[in-house]
Antibody, heavy 122, light 111 residues
Framework: EAHLVESGGGLVQSGGSLRLSCVASGFTFNNYWMSWVRQAPGKGLEWVANIKHDGSEQYYVDSVKGRFTISRDNAKNSLSLQISSLRAGDTAVYYC???????????????WGQGTLVTVSS | QSVLTQPPSVSGAPGQRVTISCTGGSSNIGAGYDVHWYRQLPGTAPKLLIYGKNNRPSGIPDRFSGSKSGTSASLAITGLQAEDEADYYCQSYDTSLSARVFGGGTKLTVL
């Protein structure tokens, strides 16, 4: 069974940086696009970034472009999100998710990790 | 403001049928992209509920079904049960934003 476990969240000051990590198991990691999705406290879900199975392409939501960097290490079955220039609006639970489905524009997210909380203080 | 619009809340009595709408536009649902649905129980991560053209992952009962027409989609839940109380989210792709987008979520209350 596919399984994702995130780590690296914590309390960070506004303007600071943090690196989130995700370890995958139970599936062939290098066959899949992977994404990060976040959820601010009491709010809805927001897709943040994704990366192609070989790491050659990355895409970001406009609000994080230039501040967040998604990367992967297929040898270690791991996904990372380097987040910098953090703002209060970045406070959220960050979920590591697998992009599932055959066609890029029609993909869904499954499974989801348990999430890691990033809190930005001013 | 979410790209896909869902009602903030819906409710129903046990055994009843409820539907949750997800309204988009010509750059997402109306462009033909699939709509997927997720359920989030309190304090837990979202889980896939419906994907593609009304497909259910293993373990999801056939009480849950999805449909799409024009620029909108719907999730229907029949035989409502207390454990269905959760937040439900729709998701699709938006070609104008070049991004996967979610609805704002709908809280289902079982009366």
């Amino acid at each position: 069974e596919a399984h994702l476990v995130e780590s690296g969240g914590g309390l960070v000051q506004s303007g600071g940086s943090l690196r989130l990590s995700c370890v995958a198991s139970g599936f062939t990691f290098n066959n899949y696009w992977m994404s990060w999705v976040r959820q601010a406290p009491g709010k809805g879900l927001e897709w943040v970034a994704n990366i192609k199975h070989d790491g050659s392409e990355q895409y970001y939501v406009d609000s994080v472009k230039g501040r967040f960097t998604i990367s992967r290490d297929n040898a270690k079955n791991s996904l990372s999100l380097q987040i910098s220039s953090l703002r209060a609006g970045d406070t959220a639970v960050y979920y590591c998710v697998r992009d599932s489905g055959d066609y890029y524009l029609y993909k869904w997210f499954d499974p989801w990790g348990q999430g890691t909380l990033v809190t930005v203080s001013s | 403001q979410s790209v896909l619009t869902q009602p903030p809340s819906v409710s129903g009595a046990p055994g009843q049928r409820v539907t949750i709408s997800c309204t988009g536009g010509s750059s997402n649902i109306g462009a033909g992209y699939d709509v997927h649905w997720y359920r989030q129980l309190p304090g837990t991560a979202p889980k896939l509920l419906i994907y593609g053209k009304n497909n259910r992952p293993s373990g999801i009962p056939d009480r849950f079904s999805g449909s799409k027409s024009g620029t909108s989609a719907s999730l229907a839940i029949t035989g409502l049960q207390a454990e269905d109380e959760a937040d439900y989210y729709c998701q699709s792709y938006d070609t104008s934003l070049s991004a996967r987008v979610f609805g704002g979520g709908t809280k289902l209350t079982v009366l």
